[in-house]
């Protein structure tokens, strides 16, 4: 059985670090990219990036670019993404999703939220 | 970047009704074209891709179609668990993929 199983739900402060992660399993981890969307209170999908763990090629919408890292431990099929300083308007749920047909299977969601 | 328009933003219908959606591409992505489902506090669950075929365990009364620019997806007889935002995705071309702004499905 496919699964994507995030990290628990995050309050940093503005300024802060921040990494969440996408624990994987039941299936081939290296063969499907991991998407990441992200969700702000009350709004419609967006997508942040893709990744390919197979050679780590990261892809970012132009909107995330230099914003976040993604990034993966194949060791431990596991996905993240992170932030180097966060901000308020981070905050928002995140989700992983496998790139099979489509975004097939999603995880449940990590909601963050940033305030001083 | 493509541009998805959905609509109408919000159909209120009532249960054992038809419901068609509605998905415009700014720039043809072919049959790249998905539809996911969410209800509030869940994530989304993808239920069209190819534009037309359904993904494993959704029911049949769940259709798409279209193909390049104009795409729908089909509720054939609303079920009460149908109440959901509903968003179209292009995965035609990176960067980026997109979504549409979401059609919320109201009783």
């Known amino acids: 059985e496919v699964q994507l199983v995030q990290s628990g739900a995050e309050v940093r402060k503005p300024g802060e670090s921040l990494r969440i992660s996408c624990k994987t399993s039941g299936y081939s981890f290296t063969n499907y990219w991991i998407g990441w969307v992200r969700q702000m209170p009350g709004k419609g999908l967006e997508w942040m990036g893709i990744f390919y763990p197979a050679d780590s090629d990261a892809r970012y919408s132009s909107s995330f670019q230099g914003q976040v890292t993604m990034s993966a431990d194949n060791s431990i099929t596991t996905a993240y993404l992170q932030w180097a300083t966060l901000k308020a308007s981070d905050t928002a749920m995140y989700y992983c999703t496998r790139m099979g047909a489509a975004g097939d299977y999603w995880g449940q969601g990590t909601p963050v939220t940033v305030s001083s | ?107």
């Open chain 2, 1 to 107: 970047e493509i541009v998805m328009t959905q609509s109408p933003a919000t159909l209120s219908v009532s249960p054992g009704e038809r419901a068609t959606l509605s998905c415009r591409v700014s720039q043809s992505v072919s049959t790249n074209l998905a539809w996911y489902q969410q209800k509030p506090g869940q994530a989304p669950r993808l239920l069209i891709y190819g534009a037309s075929t359904r993904a494993p365990g959704i029911p049949t009364r769940f259709s798409g179609s279209g193909s390049g620019t104009e795409f729908t997806l089909t509720i054939s007889s609303l079920q009460s668990e149908d109440f959901a935002v509903y968003y179209c995705h292009q995965y035609n071309k990176w960067p980026p993929y997109t979504f549409g702004q979401g059609s919320k499905l109201e009783i």
